[in-house]
């Protein structure tokens, strides 16, 4: 069972910057993937940025220039820098994790945070 603690949402002005934090109760090197996805009411979650396998990033369309996802792997903690934010970036945020078990894989997710950007 991997456990996802996360911190840092909060309220914001448009234009302003946020960081999110995630940490895991294992080694991020033990896990497949870890990263962060957003939801709003009445929408699918969606992702947002993650590592997976061998460092990778995947960035979603819409933050791409204006968010930064990067870890500390001796904290077990993935971050996410939000900056130039937007009215519609206003969510949940989850962190995500998945681990491979076998011959299957299980995401483990978060408590959530909510960011709000507003005036």
Known sequence: QVQLVESGGGL???????RLSCAAS????SLYAMGWYRQVP????ELVAIF???????YADSVKGRFTISRDNAKN??????????PEDTA???CNAVKVLGSYSRDYWGQGTQVTVSS
């Open 77 to 86: 903690t993935v971050y996410l820098q939000m900056n130039s934010l937007k």
């Open 26 to 29: 294992e080694s991020i090197f």
């Open 42 to 45: 009445g929408k699918q979650r």
């Open 92 to 94: 949940v945020y989850y």
């Open 12 to 18: 914001v002005q448009p234009g302003g910057s946020l």
């Open 52 to 58: 997976t396998s061998g460092s990778r990033t995947n």
